[in-house]
């Protein structure tokens, strides 16, 4: 255990499922690491997930004998002026700076990637229960998606799940090919009909309808064709969404590309995404990014790096 007076970093990853929390010592390596519930648009302002976080935090401060001298939040669903505003106003009310009793950064969880790869510049695509993508070339970024899934979400587990859904649905009442998601779909939720279906679907979250995504791989391993050409399409928005940072940033030759996310940890989009990477930017460094809060971690020794050196005489 390093002397408690080097201080310590904490890196937290808030998606949609999960929220990772990782605390790291003043040489980069792992000293605590605590999980706990994920956060949507939805839930920024709830106060049974603050007080869950406060929750994880505080396991995670357990496994460290030392001071936190900075710390970044990554959250999911921080993408407006009034996203920013509440999670700071919960982060205040909850607590959670009280616990800390240091600096505390927030960002979207999609800009503490490229940080975990240790790298400023590059390309990430981010597919989870959601979905988004971002980059940043000569101090410029650009984001595609991750606008939620009413208007985004394209590729993500949450709409690989309602394609499934769908797919099941119109395998059963006829209005398209037979799959055996009909019968996973029904198996899955206890329904037998696509009625019970409705039922049992009704007000479901997005994780929920994410989990369904699962069903999708299983089908496909077992040659299931229309599952073949659920994963197929995910794979080729992926693309797209990768394509549209690169063009925006006009990224060319060697870069970066840091994939992350459960579809992409659990290795259910990689070769189809890979392939045509490989196509069409042969140059390209692909990277699996399965802990993004170390990314935070790091982000966080390096704010704290330049709020020290500005405080120099």
């Known amino acids: 255990m390093p002397k408690a007076d080097r201080g310590f970093f904490l890196g937290a990853d808030c998606g949609a499922t999960k929220a990772t929390v990782v605390i790291i010592d003043s040489k ?10 994920g956060t949507t648009h939805e839930t920024l302002e709830s106060k049974e997930f603050w007080a869950g976080m406060v929750k994880v935090i505080s396991q995670a401060l357990h496994g460290c004998r030392g001071k936190i001298k900075y710390a970044c939040f990554g959250m999911a669903g921080i993408d407006t002026a009034n996203d920013m505003r509440a999670a700071k106003h919960w ?5 959670m700076e009280a616990l800390l ?8 969880d999609i800009q503490i990637v490229l940080p975990a790869i240790g790298v400023t510049e590059g390309v990430v695509a981010i597919a989870g229960t959601g979905s988004a993508f971002y980059g940043v070339r000569n101090g410029k970024n650009a984001k595609a998606g991750g606008l939620d899934c009413v ?28 799959t055996m998601l009909e019968r996973m779909v029904f198996a899955k939720t206890g329904a037998s009909n696509g009625f019970e279906l409705k039922d049992k679907m009704h007000g479901s979250s997005k994780s929920v309808i994410a989990s369904f995504a699962k069903l999708v791989s299983e089908a496909e391993a077992k040659g299931d064709n229309v599952a073949k050409k659920i994963l197929d399409s ?41 392939a045509n990477l490989d196509q069409n930017h042969p140059q390209v460094k692909i990277r699996i990014v399965k802990e993004p809060a170390i990314g935070a971690a790091k982000l966080a020794m390096d704010l704290s790096k330049q709020n020290k050196a500005r405080k120099k005489p």
């Open 91 to 95: 982060m205040s009310k909850s607590g």
């Open 101 to 108: 009793k240091c600096p505390i950064d927030i960002f979207n």
């Open 234 to 274: 995910a794979g080729t928005e992926c693309v797209m969404g990768i394509n549209a940072v690169i063009k925006r940033l006009n990224f060319s030759g060697s870069f970066d590309i840091a994939l992350t996310g459960k579809l992409f940890s659990k290795g259910v989009l990689n070769e189809r995404v890979r």
């Open 28 to 37: 980069g390596e792992i000293v605590s690491l605590a999980e706990g519930p």
């Open 151 to 178: 208007l985004t979400d394209e590729g993500s587990a949450y709409d690989i799940g309602v394609t499934a859904l769908r797919a099941a649905v119109r395998s059963w009442d006829g209005r398209g090919h037979k």
